[in-house]
């Protein structure tokens, strides 16, 4: 080592598994044995304890990750979590992390947010204009429903989740109702309604709130 350190060129690694010097290495072909992805240029630190002891730290621009050996039996590889991995694609296999901790977006059907435990919130805002509340129910009038053609997530769920609707009439005290939907993936259609005096041509703000999971 002397006066240049680790020196300018890494060692080649033919096999992440059979590694039993202390060294830093990088693999050049992407197919080697025990790497952690199947991609090239995974810069290895590789510390020897014992003949059955060891720890590997591998790295990445944009992943690190580090598995140990116990007993000459390679655990597997984890991945280290860092500042370019908290906002990202979060995804998941046989309920373990394996993406981002934290997901967010928005689309036509509103806005979510996705966390790397498997909730979910998923919310819209719809600003219904010219809308009549003229149809007669008992001693009120209700509108037509509100949320017909407007009732996707803005990102799936994997079971019905909680929701919370309300709806504001324009300049009028207004309530609302959702009845006779059951537990379903999407938001209701033709059973959320809002009630109060007859009255033609309002705007109608609709806020819906839906709290599940994603997986």
């Known amino acids: 080592m002397g006066d240049f350190g ?12 059979a590694l039993a010097a202390s060294g830093v290495y990088v693999n050049p ?16 630190l590789h510390c ?10 591998a790295f990445r621009p944009d992943d690190i990750r580090m598995r140990r050996k116990n007993g000459g039996v390679w655990g597997s590889w984890v991945k280290i979590l860092h500042q370019n991995a908290i906002l990202g694609t979060v995804s ?5 992390p394996t993406g981002a901790l934290i997901e967010a977006g928005s689309n036509a059907n509103g806005n979510y947010v996705r966390y790397a435990g498997g909730m979910q919130l998923a919310w819209k805002r719809l600003v ?3 809308q009549d509340i003229n149809t007669a129910y008992g001693s009120l009038y209700r509108s037509a429903a509100l949320l017909t053609g407007n009732t996707a997530h803005a990102a799936a769920f994997a079971a019905a989740p ?20 059951g537990d379903t993936l999407n938001l209701p259609s033709s059973a959320y309604a809002v009630y109060t005096s007859a009255l033609t041509g309002r705007t109608i703000i609709v806020n819906a709130l839906a709290l599940g999971r994603w997986y």
């Open 6 to 17: 680790l020196g300018s060129d890494l060692v080649n690694v033919a096999d992440f598994d």
């Open 92 to 96: 998941q296999s046989g309920g373990v």
């Open 128 to 130: 219904l204009t010219g």
């Open 48 to 57: 020897q304890n014992t003949a059955s002891i060891a720890t590997q730290l």
């Open 29 to 44: 072909l992407g197919s080697e044995p025990g790497a952690p992805t199947a991609v090239s240029n995974w810069h290895l």
């Open 162 to 181: 909680t929701v919370a609707i309300t709806a504001h009439v324009s300049d009028v005290s207004a309530f609302t109702v959702v009845g006779g939907t």
